[in-house]
C-alpha cells in the first residue's frame, strides 16, 4: 500500500517530520509511506479553486493524494484546531467538481 505523508510542521527539524521518518523506517514491506512537503504549497484561496487556476503545487498535492491509498498526517495538537499550514491545504483534499 502507498500512503501519503504529510507533516503538519514546516520546520525542517520539526518532531512531526521526525515521526513521519520513523514511520517510514517500521513501516512493513508491503506499505511505502512518500513524504510530501507543502513548503511550495499557497495559502488557500478560493479565486484560484478551479481547474486551470490553481497553483502548480496546489495541482501536485490533488494528484498525490488522489493516486494514495491512504494518508497519514502527523501535526502538532493545538488545542483541537488544525495547523494553520494544514487547514490552508484543504484544496488538496476537496472533492472533484
Known sequence: MRI???AGSLRRGSYNRALLEAARAQAPRSMTIEPF??????LYNADLDADGRRPVAVERLKKAVA???ALLI???STT????ACCRTRSIGRRAPG
Do not use: F, Q
Not at 512537503?37 to 499557497?42: E, F, I, K, R, S
Not at 483541537?80 to 495547523?83: A, E, F
Open 4 to 6: 501519503l505523508g504529510i
Open 37 to 42: 512537503a507543502l513548503d511550495d504549497v499557497p
Open 67 to 69: 493516486d494514495a491509498g
Open 74 to 76: 502527523a501535526t502538532p
Open 80 to 83: 483541537i484546531r488544525s495547523r
